[in-house]
């Protein structure tokens, strides 16, 4: 690990904000996927028994 100096702290607390919150959107966007995959599923299913 490079030697960082007297900013070591900011620069670490940088990189780890950024990865929780890039983790914070992955895990965001794959629920939002299972949520919007259950709502399309449940109109087809109505669409199929309507149709």
Request: charged share 25%.
């Amino acid at each position: 690990m490079p030697d960082l100096g007297k900013y070591a702290d900011t620069v670490l607390s940088a990189y780890g904000a950024s990865l929780l919150l890039l983790v914070a959107l992955v895990v965001l966007t794959i629920l939002r996927g299972r949520k919007v995959r259950r709502e399309m599923e449940t109109l087809e299913t109505r669409m199929k028994r309507n149709g």
